[in-house]
């Protein structure tokens, strides 16, 4: 499409709608009005021809006869090239005088012809002169060998030409490339990518100075996490511009580029060395214009890993490894001192590494190092904790643990001290896993102050029995005593009804009581009851391993009103006359005046034997077969002239000796004939044939 369609195509669309002129004909035909008639006079007729761009009209006449005229003055062909005149035509093929073409065909110089017909008024000839008639065809132009234009511009390619059809293309020689000018060629830059960690590059033709009109792109891109070295060699020249302000690179240049920096141009006749770029990725740009001389650059270049700072120290605790310089990649862990530990965030973690980054930055931050607290101490049940030493449960801080005296005492001694410990735990300097109060037992915190040798037994001060316990089954009296801060003992026979135990519901427990009357609200019922496994007396003749314990549902607090007696210590003697204590809500008086009493009552008896016992017991079977046996799991307790007895309502009450200044429980009041009459004894459950039983039972329930 030529030039002035297009622009007519350009202006239509803005106006109006229409079509685009059609390419102009590859030939035609042109004629004289009329033709092959005698022309007109006084004509004045023009034609354009026109055919595509990039080509030539050549024009041939197959006819030509016009009137004949020196100069061809009256009438005339002429054929112009623009306002170039290419030939003025009149005469035939057969008249000498006139300007024929003959059969040479006509060459327009371009793509246009104009043909100018014209006429005068006369004809002075008899012959009538036809005119002409010429057919016009589209030479493809060889643009390639036409002469180098005079202005100087060069020629039209300036390495090959290749002549098309109606146009004509440049092109290079091998190892160069066409510039944008799309006619002059340029040796080709050996640029691209260089992504490999160590490289060579140089300037085109280096080191001679290359043609003209360079612009190379070479671009380094390096794995992220190192960053480039270029080392320019020695022999360096780049064109630069000296100017008021300097030298300068006006037309020719190395640019050195760098993401989002300023990049710099690099010029001049020294080597700019060694260069550091803080990046993985650089690029150079090498331009020379048209003019002036550059010999050109060579460098290698080469990567490092990117450097982290090094970490700064940390309070009571240490980074490994410590080196002067840290690289991508490079990790770096944090331990704590003894007694710290390592938090970030407000967070404690168990270990730290970081890793230094590509970017330069390590991925995390520095920890912190804290001092390690064990947190707060246990809190003990029945005893308390003091601070000896130290800081918020830090490190090393010390505490002592300590009972409430003189109910409990420390398991291993109360001057025990636990010690915060690197592994956070609370340590004892001796070996104990956790502090625990162990109650005391069998030393109450009064005594009765003398020893009464009265019959009837007399009423117990208040907290002198302290373990004395006061059971209602079903509405009967019973006794017992605290062995621990869970446990009842009394005798079996308390709890059973025939061969069955009673229901624990109908079982009522008082502690810390010395007058019935006092609070009868203040009970608790058991958990559960734990009767000897081989006691079996539903005649009531056989007491034989008359002992149960109960199990309370809460732990007791003990306090001077409750309190446990001692079981028989290893190797407990029941040594004859030894008296012991003796305690009960049972009845007092004598056979005729039985009165139950409201007062806790107690006696001192002493202990009698096996055999005096027994003897009495035979002496009584001589009017009564029903005297239940006394067995070795028995003893006996009274005095020959009697009146001093436990009685009913005393059963499963306590009898105690005492050793070392403490109560223990060497009897279960159990069963006796005829409370308090002469030679008659009461007897009791040897407490220590048991203590192995008892042990077993607290601690499988
Ligand atoms: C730079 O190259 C020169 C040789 O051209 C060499 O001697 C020098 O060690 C190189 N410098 C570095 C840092 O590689
Ligand atoms: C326990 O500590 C107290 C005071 O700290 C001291 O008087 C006493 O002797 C210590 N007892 C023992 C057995 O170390
Ligand atoms: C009796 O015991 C109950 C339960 O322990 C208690 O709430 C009450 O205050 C006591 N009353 C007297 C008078 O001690
Ligand atoms: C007492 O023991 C004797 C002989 O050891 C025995 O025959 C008698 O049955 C026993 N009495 C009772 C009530 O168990």
Same mark, same amino acid.
């Given at each position: 499409m030529g030039w002035s369609s297009c622009i007519i195509w350009f202006l239509c669309l803005s106006v109006c709608e229409c079509w685009p002129l059609p390419d102009p004909p590859m030939h035609g035909e042109v004629h004289s009005p009329g033709y092959p008639r005698p022309y007109p006079h006084n004509l004045q007729q023009q034609w354009d021809l026109h055919v595509p761009e990039g080509y030539q009209i050549r024009l041939t006449f197959t006819h030509l006869d016009i009137e004949a005229s020196a100069d061809c003055y009256y009438d005339s062909l002429s054929v112009l090239y623009g306002e170039k005149l290419l030939g003025k035509f009149c005469g035939?093929? /057969?008249?000498?005088d006139g300007h024929h073409p003959g059969n040479h065909p006509i060459l327009s110089p371009g793509n246009s012809l104009k043909l100018k017909f014209q006429t005068d008024g /006369?004809?002075?000839?008899r012959h009538q002169n036809v005119g002409f008639s010429a057919q016009y065809q589209a030479i493809d132009i060889d643009e390639c060998s036409a002469?180098? !234009?005079?202005?100087? #511009?060069? !020629?039209? $390619? #300036?390495q090959i030409c290749l002549n098309t059809l109606g146009s004509y293309l440049c092109s290079c020689h091998h190892g160069y490339e066409l510039r944008s000018d799309q006619r002059s060629c340029v040796l080709s830059c050996s640029g691209g990518l260089f992504d490999e960690p160590k490289g060579h590059l140089s300037s085109p033709g280096y080191p001679s100075p290359p043609p003209h009109g360079v612009s190379c792109q070479y671009v380094i891109a390096v794995e992220s996490g190192f960053t480039i070295s270029l080392n320019f060699t020695d022999k360096f020249n780049i064109e630069s511009v000296h100017t008021e302000e300097g030298r *300068? $690179?006006?037309?020719h240049w190395l640019e050195v580029a760098i993401a989002e920096e300023k990049s710099i141009k690099l010029c001049g006749d020294e080597s700019p060395g060694l260069m550091h770029i803080n990046s993985n990725v650089v690029r150079l740009n090498y331009h020379t214009d048209d003019a002036g001389q550059s010999s050109g650059w060579s460098l290698d270049y080469s990567t490092q890993r990117v450097k982290c700072p090094v970490p700064g120290n940390i309070a009571n605790g240490r980074v490994t490894p410590r080196l002067t310089e840290y690289f991508y990649r490079d990790y770096i862990y944090v331990r704590c001192d003894q007694g710290y530990k390592i938090m970030t965030g407000g967070q404690e973690i168990d270990s730290f590494s970081t890793m230094c980054q590509s970017n330069g930055q390590w991925h995390l931050k520095l920890p912190e190092c804290h001092l390690i607290d064990c947190g707060e101490p246990e809190p003990l049940l029945n005893g308390g904790v003091t601070f000896l030493? =130290?800081? *918020?449960? *830090?490190? +090393?801080s010390v505490i002592q643990y300590h009972c409430n005296e003189p109910f409990y005492f420390l398991l291993g001694g109360a001057n025990v001290t636990f010690t915060c410990e690197a592994d956070r735990v609370w340590r004892s300097? %001796?070996?104990?896993v956790s502090p625990t109060c162990i109650p005391v037992c069998g030393?109450?915190?009064?005594? %009765?102050?003398y020893y009464q040798r009265i019959i009837g037994g007399s009423d117990a001060p208040d907290?002198?029995?302290?373990w004395q316990v006061l059971l209602s089954v079903s509405g009967d009296r019973g006794g017992g005593m605290v062995i621990a801060d869970r446990w009842i003992m009394t005798a079996a026979h308390v709890l059973m009804r025939g061969s069955q135990v009673v229901p624990s519901s109908t079982v009522r427990i008082y502690m810390g +009581?010395?007058?019935?009357?006092? /609070? +009868?609200?203040?009970y608790v019922f058991p958990s559960s009851l734990h009767v000897h496994p081989e006691y079996h007396n539903p005649r009531h003749t056989d007491f034989n391993n008359d002992i149960a314990l109960i199990k309370l549902q809460d732990p007791i607090t003990f306090h001077s009103s409750i309190m446990p007696v001692c079981l028989p !210590?290893?190797?407990a003697e029941y040594e004859t006359g030894v008296i012991g204590l003796v305690s009960g809500f049972g009845t007092t008086g004598t056979i005729n005046k039985r009165i139950l009493t409201n007062k806790l009552k107690y006696l001192n008896l002493p202990l009698v034997s096996q055999q005096t016992c027994s003897a009495s017991m035979t002496s009584l079977r001589r009017g009564t077969s029903e005297i239940p046996n006394l067995t070795d799991n028995m003893f006996c307790a009274g005095?020959?002239?009697?009146?001093?007895d436990s009685c009913q309502?005393?059963? =499963?009450g306590p009898f105690t000796l005492t050793e070392n200044g403490r109560f223990w429980a060497?009897?279960?009041?159990s069963w006796g004939a005829n $409370? =308090?009459?002469?030679d008659r004894y009461g007897v009791y459950t040897r407490v220590a044939n048991y203590v192995n039983w008892i042990k077993k039972t607290m601690q499988e329930n």
């Open positions: 035939n093929e /057969n008249s000498a /006369n004809n002075p000839e002469a180098e !234009p005079e202005d100087g #511009s060069g !020629p039209l $390619c #300036s *300068q $690179c006006l037309h030493s =130290g800081y *918020q449960n *830090q490190y +090393l300097s %001796i070996d104990i030393q109450p915190t009064k005594h %009765i102050s907290d002198t029995i302290p +009581l010395n007058e019935v009357t006092e /609070n +009868l609200s203040a !210590p290893e190797g005095i020959p002239e009697g009146g001093k309502g005393d059963s =499963g060497a009897g279960i009041v $409370c =308090g009459m002469k």
